[in-house]
């Protein structure tokens, strides 16, 4: 277009993604005619033997044996694709997006599997029972970042480190299965927070907020319902991405690995922003530490800031 003279510019995009192939398993057969025949997986039962390893293929129409390929490039000559009608129909197409999404980095093969669709789908429903547990209770209040107990902070913490990551992970690196993961472990975090207090709910109302806006990008069906149901008229597609609190990631306490010799050895609590001085009395008075020093003198303990202290014997 731009040798015709129809665009001025030369080069719109700034580098290239190249995504990977989605692979399922081949099956097939040859006739008399010398012409092989394929089966689509979901019309074949495979049996892999615990001991000898080897792979029986039958057809389930009627028991014939078919030969097994192993997995390949899904393509119409091999008959070897997934009607996504299917799994739009029983499971909603969310779930189609977020197994393929977060199975494999996008540049990756990814393996096709009902059991990870499956999966998918269960994250999705604890997605969506978190969100209805907590709406269920009534309209949360206003966060007061200052009202907050230890464990609302650690759960805003959680939450702003995951809107941190997911940021970097979708906006600069193009990664959608590590920002996926990021938001598994924010929604345990979820699970485990269990305060009935206004701070607290306030603070499961902004975790919440946060794992419907990082989901959006990759299950944008059930984010809009969601974030209706969390009280917002607004359609989430319309909402600006949030900010990290830098003032949310702040710790009063941090643990630190304590090595003896370069192995682990222990794990002490130690406050934050602590002195190398503060942190080598620590690790050196620590009982599990002691027990491994056997009474000898340090030679050296070396200290990394906010991470570990090895003491070298």
């Not at 690196?173 to 607290?200: C, K, P, Q, W, Y």
């Not at 002195?275 to 599990?288: F, P, S």
Request: aromatic share 6%; glycine share 6%; proline share 4%.
């Amino acid at each position: 277009m731009h040798e015709l003279g129809l665009v001025k510019v030369a080069e719109p995009f700034s580098n290239l993604l190249t995504q990977g192939m989605v692979l399922n398993h081949i099956f097939h057969r040859t006739p008399a005619t010398g012409r092989r025949e394929f089966f689509n997986p979901t019309d074949v039962d495979l049996v892999v033997d615990a001991t000898t390893r080897q792979s029986r293929a039958t057809l389930k129409r009627d028991g014939s044996e078919v030969v097994y390929e192993g997995l390949g490039t899904m393509s119409k000559s091999r008959n070897n694709g997934v009607d996504p009608n299917i799994i739009t129909s029983q499971f909603g197409a969310d779930t189609a997006r977020l197994f393929m999404m977060f199975t494999a980095p996008p540049e990756q093969s990814l393996e096709w599997s009902d059991d990870g669709v499956q999966g998918a789908n269960r994250f999705l429903r604890r997605v969506w029972k978190a969100v209805f547990d907590h709406v269920s209770a009534g309209a949360a209040p206003a966060l007061d970042a200052a009202a907050l107990e230890p464990a609302d902070r650690d759960l805003r913490r959680v939450a702003h480190l995951t809107l941190g990551k997911v940021k970097d992970d979708i906006g600069r690196r193009r990664v959608f299965n590590t920002a996926v993961a990021a938001v598994m472990e924010l929604l345990n975090a979820i699970g485990r927070h269990s305060g009935s207090t206004d701070a607290a709910r306030a603070a499961r109302q902004e975790a919440l907020e946060i794992t419907v806006l990082c989901l959006s990008p990759i299950v944008p069906h059930i984010c809009h319902a969601l974030w209706a149901e969390l009280g917002h008229a607004t359609p989430l597609h319309r909402e600006r991405w949030r900010e990290v609190d830098a003032a949310a990631l702040e710790q009063d306490s941090i643990e630190v690995v304590v090595q003896v010799n370069g192995k682990l050895r222990g794990r002490i609590t130690a406050p934050s922003g602590a002195a190398d001085d503060v942190l080598r009395e620590l690790a050196l008075a620590d009982a599990a530490v002691l027990r491994f020093l056997e009474g000898q003198t340090p030679r050296k303990v070396i200290v990394v800031r906010g991470k570990l202290v090895n003491i070298v014997i």
